[in-house]
């Protein structure tokens, strides 16, 4: 029995209210015979939807049973360099990627074992020992283009499509208006619809 380390969308996934939900679907045949994992992070966010939707006692016992389905896997200094080792390689690369869905990628890197994840930020992430397992729909339903930015041809494939100094992307939106703009200006732009064209790939 290996182990999977899931985020926290796909952990919620798990909560008897979703079993019918049809991503949870996707995620499941991922988890049959797999020890379930979560990182610290995970768990913070969990209570953070309890505190924000001010959940009575009944449901936080709720969560603190359902909490027990997983190992939790908690932070020391080898992940601390994990993080900080990771979150410069995305800098350089010019992927965002937010505190806290870096300590789950930093913890699945850590320890060695697959990620799901439902979250953008994690998709199509590469990075040495980080395996991603995620059903996030990618633009243009992942179909191969090219996005006529002013100056760039820029491929949609997972693994590249982000790789773009940050600040110098310049783009041309719905409006008309040309924009100077940064990598996450443009994956906002390019997730709503609002470029320039696009052409099939050869």
Request: aromatic share 10%; net charge positive.
């Amino acid at each position: 029995m290996s182990t999977v380390l899931l985020d926290t969308t796909v952990a919620s996934l798990l909560h008897p209210k979703k079993k019918r939900s049809t991503l949870r679907a996707d995620y499941e045949p991922h988890m049959q015979g797999q020890i379930l994992a979560l990182s610290f992070q995970s768990v913070a966010e969990l209570w953070s939807w309890a505190e924000e939707n001010n959940w009575g006692s009944k449901q936080r016992d709720g969560l603190t049973i359902f909490l027990q389905k997983f190992l939790i896997i908690p932070y020391d200094a080898a992940l601390a360099k994990v993080w900080a080792q990771l979150g410069t390689h995305c800098k350089r690369i010019g992927r965002r990627l937010e505190t806290g869905d870096l300590w789950i990628a930093a913890t699945a890197v850590r320890f060695r074992i697959p990620l799901l994840s439902h979250d953008r930020d994690h998709a199509g992430l590469t990075y040495p020992d980080l395996h991603v397992v995620s059903y996030v729909p990618l633009p243009f339903g992942g179909s191969p283009v090219h996005l006529h930015l002013r100056g760039f041809a820029l491929n949609n494939r997972p693994d590249n499509w982000l790789k773009l100094p940050s600040g110098a992307i310049h783009l041309r939106c719905e409006n008309g208006v040309d924009a100077a703009a940064s990598h996450l200006y443009v994956f906002r732009c390019l997730h709503y619809g609002q470029y320039l064209g696009y052409s099939d790939c050869d």
